[in-house]
């Protein structure tokens, strides 16, 4: 599968703990973005981090990308009920975005 | 500003009958997507227009799927006959440009059920 795959598949947390979810890809990339889904909002789009680029910060987020290891992860801080979502890295070649399967993360009050 | 408008929002067919979804992105954004996403999983490309010329549809199903972007902006997506297994969120998103570096910007979908 072309898909960029996130892991864990799911996770559960309580409010107020970081939630870490990765992402691997197979082939080259120009950049990596993160995306949000769920059933009020629909996909909405997080953070875009850039080939040449190790971190970038985005309120509580926080994403990382190691392009020798073709991977990267997102860290959410401090975690929300609201934070409840699925969470997708969408890999962008020189056209093409190929989504991954997606983190369903579940923030408990 | 208004986002990226798609209509209907659910749509019940029957196998081997036709269906078309419309969109419309935000002003002024030259790429448009139409991503197919299937329960659990992530969304998938079909086919993606930068003003009204197609720059990848090798993930379109050609011998049941089409697509037009008229005049560079709203976009129609048909299936033609439907199957079982078109069953899915179909998702339209735009962006300013298309070469990877612009954020994309999603409608609320529709939600196709071949019966």
């Known amino acids: 599968s072309q898909q960029g795959e996130e892991d864990p598949q799911a996770l559960s947390i309580q409010e107020g703990e970081n939630a870490t979810m990765n992402c691997s890809y197979k082939?080259?990339?120009?950049?990596l973005q993160w995306y949000r889904q769920n059933s009020g909002r629909g996909l909405v789009h997080l953070i875009l981090i850039r080939s040449n680029e190790r971190e970038k910060h985005s309120g509580r987020l926080r994403v990382t990308l190691d392009t020798s290891k073709k991977s990267s992860s997102l860290l959410i801080t401090a975690s929300r009920a609201a934070d409840t979502a699925s969470y997708f890295c969408?890999?962008?070649?020189?056209?093409?975005?190929?989504f991954g399967t997606g983190t369903r993360l579940k923030v408990l009050a | 500003e208004a986002g990226v408008a798609q209509s209907p929002r659910y749509k019940i067919i029957e196998k081997r009958q036709s269906v078309a979804f419309w969109c419309n992105p935000i002003s002024g954004h030259a790429t448009l997507y139409w991503y197919q996403q299937i329960l659990g999983q992530g969304p998938k490309l079909l086919i993606q227009f930068q003003n009204n010329g197609v720059v990848d549809d090798s993930q379109l199903p050609k011998d049941r799927f089409s697509a037009e972007r008229l005049k560079g902006v709203d976009s129609t997506l048909k299936i033609q006959p439907a199957k079982l297994e078109d069953s899915a969120v179909y998702l339209c998103a735009s962006s300013l440009g298309g070469f990877g570096d612009n954020e994309q910007f999603f409608g609320p979908g529709t939600r196709l059920t071949v019966l």
């Open positions: 082939t080259s990339i120009n950049n």
């Open positions: 969408a890999r962008s070649g020189t056209y093409k975005y190929i």
